[in-house]
């Protein structure tokens, strides 16, 4: 069956634009996940949905960021004023039972 | 608070040679355990998981690991390395019933002809 898709893949911005990564999960998940993952580090959780409840967003670097999922399905993770150090992969994850995530091929954001 | 340690940033080995690749974790409660595999321009990918059941947890493409409460070690291996194995391996952790994971910093497999 289809995975969790992300688009766009690449994203270049120019710095002080915003930008908006979108993310579609499994159908059916429940779950949703935003993590960070810098070049030659591992992932870092930025925020989780449970349906379109965010219920944590406690990893979310700055109030430029924000994320959405207003029906429960689709994701929006948007960022505002982009900064060179928002540079970085931001993989998106969706699980059914909330234990094995599936993780999307993520979209790589490089701000110049 | 959590945190998973991988030791080194890369491991080279021959083709055909055992793979072990490191995971150290520190938790207050016991872990969920992960490891995943990341190839190039693609997703992250379970390879496998403990979840307090046995100790010793078989994961896909031959891969599998042993959770060791004494070492607080979940050291991924393979008994014998395949070029196709060369990808990026992240092992991560999270509470029991916590769904937030926490990460390592990765370790590079390199396989040798």
Redesign the interface.
């Known amino acids: 069956g289809a995975?969790?898709s992300q688009s766009p893949r690449y994203k270049v911005a120019k710095r002080g634009q915003d930008v908006a990564l979108r993310c579609d999960p499994i159908s059916g998940h429940v779950?949703l996940?935003w993590y960070q993952q810098a070049l030659?580090?591992?992932?870092?959780?930025l925020t989780?949905f449970q349906n379109e409840a965010q219920l944590?967003k406690s990893g979310l670097p700055s109030d430029r960021f924000f994320a959405e999922r207003p029906e429960g399905s689709v994701s929006t993770l948007k960022i505002q004023r982009t900064q060179q150090e928002d540079s970085a992969v931001y993989?998106c994850?969706s699980?059914l039972a909330?234990?094995?995530?599936?993780?999307?091929?993520?979209t790589r954001l490089t701000v110049t | 608070a959590q945190s998973?340690t991988q030791l080194g940033?890369h491991v080279s080995v021959s083709e055909g040679a055992l793979v072990l690749l490191r995971c150290n974790y520190s938790s207050s409660v016991p872990p969920?355990l992960f490891w995943?595999v990341q190839y190039p321009?693609?997703?992250?990918?379970?390879l496998l998981?403990y979840?307090s059941a046995a100790t010793l947890v078989k994961g896909i493409n031959g891969f599998e690991a042993e959770f060791k409460k004494s070492e607080t070690s979940f050291h991924l291996t393979k008994p014998s390395a395949h070029m196709s194995d060369a990808a990026e391996y992240?092992c991560?952790v999270?509470g029991s019933g916590d769904?937030?994971?926490?990460?390592?910093?990765?370790t590079k497999l390199i396989i040798k002809p």
Request: charged share 10%; net charge negative; glycine share 20%.
């Open positions: 995975g969790v779950s996940f030659g580090q591992g992932p870092e959780f989780y944590d993989l994850a699980s909330g234990d094995e995530q599936y993780f999307g091929p993520g | 998973v940033s969920y995943y321009n693609q997703g992250l990918q379970l998981k979840t992240f991560a999270s769904y937030q994971l926490i990460w390592g910093a990765g």
